[in-house]
C-alpha cells in the first residue's frame, strides 16, 4: 500500500475533527449573550408586562428599581417569570414603623413591604432568589457589620435573611416577598467610653514623655 493511500484515513478523520470543532464553535458564537436590562420607575411600584419576561434568558442579568429600592433576578426566578401569561407589579414600600413597638421605633428600627402581584392582586411566587438593596444609612454608633433584616411572619414570627451592608444600602437575599424588619446594632456606650478611656492614656503617655523630655534637656542646659 502507498504512503498516499495510508495517509487517506488519517487525512479524513482530521477533516472530520475540524469540522466537528467549526460546528461547536459556531453554536456558541450564536448563543446569545447576556444582557444587562434595568427597569425602573419614580414610584414605589413597577409594573411589566409579561411578554417582555418571554424574551428574556436565564443568564440576562436583570435589575428591577423603584424609588424605594431594587433587586436583582436570579436565573431560577427569570426562568419562572417567563411562563406568566399577565402582566405583574413589583412594589417595595417606603420604610415605615408599622407594627412595630415604641421602643422598637426609638431604636430605629424600620418595616418595609415587597410584593410581587399579577393584575388581578394576586401574589406570584418567585421561584427563586432575588438580592434586594433598600437605600440605608447608618446612624450615630450604629455597626455595619451587625445591622440584619428579618422577614415577618404572618404570625410575627421573625426570620433572619441573610444580610450585609454596602455603602448606602443594606443587602439581603430571599426566595419570598413579604414584610421585612431592618434591625440596626448599636456600639454600647460603655464600650465608646473605654475606647475613649484608652486615646486618653495614650494621649497622656506622650505628653507625659514630652515633658520628661524637656525637664532633661532642661536640666542638661544648666550644667
Sequence with gaps: MSNAARLLPISAAL???ISVIGVAFVSES????????????PTES?????DYFADMNTNDYIKITTKNG?????????????GLTSNVVFRVSAENTDGLSQDQANEGYRTVSIS?????GNDQALGGKVTVYLPYELGFLELADKLSVKHIASDGTLTDMPTHYEEGYVVFETDHFSDF?????YKAYVDVILIGL??????????????LMYLRYAEQKMY
Aim: charged content about 15%; overall charge positive; glycine content about 2%.
Design 116 to 120: 410581587l402581584r399579577d393584575t388581578d
Design 30 to 41: 450564536d448563543a446569545a449573550a447576556p444582557k444587562h436590562i434595568e427597569y425602573a420607575s
Design 198 to 211: 484608652g486615646v486618653f492614656s495614650i494621649l497622656m503617655v506622650i505628653l507625659l514623655v514630652i515633658v
Design 181 to 185: 424588619m431592618i434591625v440596626p446594632t
Design 15 to 17: 477533516i472530520l475533527a
Design 46 to 50: 413597577l409594573s411589566i408586562r409579561s
Design 70 to 82: 431594587s433587586m436583582v433576578l436570579s436565573s431560577k426566578v427569570i426562568s419562572n417569570l417567563k
